[in-house]
């Protein structure tokens, strides 16, 4: 069963922690995407991955960071310095040149108090 | 479930009507122009796209309008029905990744 995976749902932390939230593909898809949205909005792109060992920067970096170890893999980390994390946090996947056509995970849901 | 959209324009339809949901986007050298649909507490769903050398295209019981003249996307839903409650939000790419719209809540009543 193809899809895209991230857990857990629902996080929850305390202020001055850093926390990472997983993203899986099993989808063979070379390109990951981080997003951020809040109530109200649509999605913002925090980080993107079109490569393993490679990322950029999406419109909203700064507090977060991620890995791109393994072509499966995508963890985001959100440090100490985002000023206001909480937030649902989605992962989506592309096949290379094709984000137009992204495939999104179930999301996390993070709070900090 | 999770609180999307808790401030997002609302369309109401009855059930069996037509839902024609717009967009407005910003950027004229957009490739492509999507519509997701993200029901509470999951991540969006792909329900179909259209490449900027189109300005119609159909898929099943929904058809994608795109005005470049006006910067404008519209989403039509054939007789909507109570699965098809949700928040619709559009999307454009321009090569690397997506930018999203703020998106619609569209409430269908039986």
């Known amino acids: 069963d193809g899809g895209i995976t991230q857990s857990p749902k629902y996080l929850f932390r305390k202020e001055g922690q850093n926390v990472t939230l997983s993203c899986e593909q099993n989808l063979n898809h070379d390109a990951m995407y981080w997003y951020r949205q809040d109530p109200g909005q649509g999605l913002r792109l925090i980080y993107y991955s079109q490569i393993v060992n490679d990322f950029q920067k999406g419109d909203i970096a700064e507090g977060y960071s991620v890995s791109r170890e393994k072509k499966e893999s995508f963890p985001l980390t959100v440090t100490s310095a985002q000023k206001n994390p909480t937030a649902f946090y989605l992962c989506?996947?592309?096949?290379?040149?094709?984000?137009?056509?992204?495939?999104f995970g179930p999301g996390t849901r993070l709070t900090v108090t | 479930g999770e609180s999307v959209g808790l401030h997002l324009p609302t369309l109401s339809v009855q059930e069996g009507d037509n839902s024609i949901i717009n967009c407005a986007y910003s950027?004229?050298?957009?490739?492509?122009f999507i519509w997701y649909k993200q029901e509470s507490g999951k991540g969006p769903q792909f329900i179909i796209d259209?490449?900027?050398?189109?300005d119609k295209r159909q898929g099943q019981r929904v058809t994608v309008l795109l005005n470049k003249t006006v910067k404008h996307l519209s989403l039509q839903i054939a007789a909507t029905q109570p699965g098809d409650s949700a928040v619709y939000f559009c999307?454009?790419?321009?090569?690397?990744?997506?930018?999203f719209g703020s998106g619609t809540r569209l409430q269908v009543q039986p």
């Open positions: 989506a996947s592309s096949i290379l040149l094709a984000a137009y056509e992204q495939y």
């Open positions: 950027n004229s050298a957009s490739d492509y």
């Open positions: 259209i490449r900027s050398n189109m």
């Open positions: 999307a454009e790419n321009e090569g690397r990744a997506l930018t």
